[in-house]
């Protein structure tokens, strides 16, 4: 199961167009900006760094593009463009340089019959597949994946940190989630984890205050909501990879990526990881900081700039 970017977030859904819940993946939006229309490589080493139309993307990109700049790197922002479909022809193309993607999804855009599911196994995959333009960079630590996710008490009470944890205690809990939840991922916590639930609830954009409230022992809310943070939530350990890995990586345009490029927006993965983006999504999602600001605060904190 994948996000739907089209669907609305599980928090300030319609106006923050956040992340999303169901069958679709991080990228994927109906419409273009024309910013991104041009499709020849930026002119004089200039690097252009693009986002998909969503706030989680946008910071990301401001976080690439404020660490290239402090490298000397002249940069071009074209923010909020759209679906992956637009996105990843115009790194191709080279109208855009960089681009924050999400390697489980990316790959199954790629390849629609892939069927693997750890970082190493979809790192190899994209290798393989993309177009012989592009190349994905080092993954961050950092994931926006789903997860199978419960309050701070129920983990301390049953000692649970990994989705495996929970088969002592699943048949006892009711579990959220979208409404297409257990006919996707039913067999595949069977076959996975031995994983049996006592009941299973359609609890949609709620999961994460019916986590909270109780209505369900344990819900799948995405890693980077930052509901999690507000209602002191802990996401456990896919330690099984029931859910392919989504970790954040730079997608770029060979030709226009040198080593300084390339060394930099590592630098950055290598310090990049899921609480720290958690945090940083509450700033922007829930305090309304400034995207760029937050980017800032954080390439400083990490000694990137």
Known sequence: MKRLFSTAAVILSAALTLTA??????????????????????????VVVGSANFPENVLLAEIYAQALEAKGVQV??????????????????????????????????????????SKEEIVAGLKEKLPAELEVLEPAAAEDNNSLTVTKETATSGGLTTIEDLVKVAKGYTVGGPPEFQSRQETNFKDTYGLEFKEWKKTGDATADAIKDGTVQVGNVFTTDPKIVLNDLVSL????????????????????????????????SAKLDTPGLLALMKRVAIDKDDAATVAKDWLTQNGLL
């Open 21 to 46: 819940c169901g069958g679709g993946d991080p990228l994927t939006s109906a419409s273009a900006s024309p910013a991104a229309s041009g499709s020849a490589p930026a002119a004089g080493g200039k």
């Open 76 to 117: 071009e922002k074209k923010l909020n463009i759209g679906s992956r479909e637009v996105l990843v022809d115009q790194v191709k193309s080279g109208g855009l340089t960089v681009l924050p993607e999400y390697i489980g999804s990316l790959l199954a855009f790629i390849d629609k019959t892939t069927t693997v599911k």
């Open 237 to 268: 350990q896919d330690n099984k990879n029931a859910f392919a890995a989504d970790n954040i990586a730079p997608l770029v345009n060979k030709a226009g990526a040198n080593d300084t490029v390339k060394t930099t927006l590592n630098a950055v």
